[in-house]
Nanobody
Framework: QVQLVESGGGLMQAGDSLRLSCATS????????MGWFRQAPGKEREFVAA????????YYSDSVKGRFVISRDNAKNTVYLQMNSLKPEDTAVYYC???????????????????WGQGTQVTVLS
């Protein structure tokens, strides 16, 4: 069983930076992928970023590429999402998720993530 706990959300102004954290515990190992998803009011949850825990290879959605950075700290078992140049359209509940790497896997395949955190709210004012 894998447990994920997000933190770091808040109320921000457009152009600000914010770092979200996802503390992991349980049976995570190098075969896992850690992902960040978000869900804005009235919209479906969407992929934001992912990182292969062992190799550190990262993936981003087009909407955040160049502004957000996903990283991990092996010693702290924590994954981060550094969000820069925030925009009002980044307002959403941000979720951390985990899954195993399998052949043919896709970083944005939400249904294939088996573990989810409770989410943290990020609100960006214009």
């Amino acid at each position: 069983q894998v447990q994920l706990v997000e933190s770091g959300g808040g109320l921000m102004q457009a152009g600000d930076s914010l770092r979200l954290s996802c503390a992991t515990s349980g049976r995570t190992d190098s075969s896992y992928v850690m992902g960040w998803f978000r869900q804005a009011p009235g919209k479906e949850r969407e992929f934001v970023a992912a990182i292969i825990w062992s190799a550190g290879i990262t993936y981003y959605s087009d909407s955040v590429k160049g502004r957000f950075v996903i990283s991990r700290d092996n010693a702290k078992n924590t994954v981060y999402l550094q969000m820069n140049s925030l925009k009002p359209e980044d307002t959403a509940v941000y979720y951390c998720a985990a899954r195993r790497v399998v052949p043919g896997w896709a970083p944005g395949a939400e249904r294939e993530y088996g573990y989810w955190g409770q989410g943290t709210q990020v609100t960006v004012l214009s």
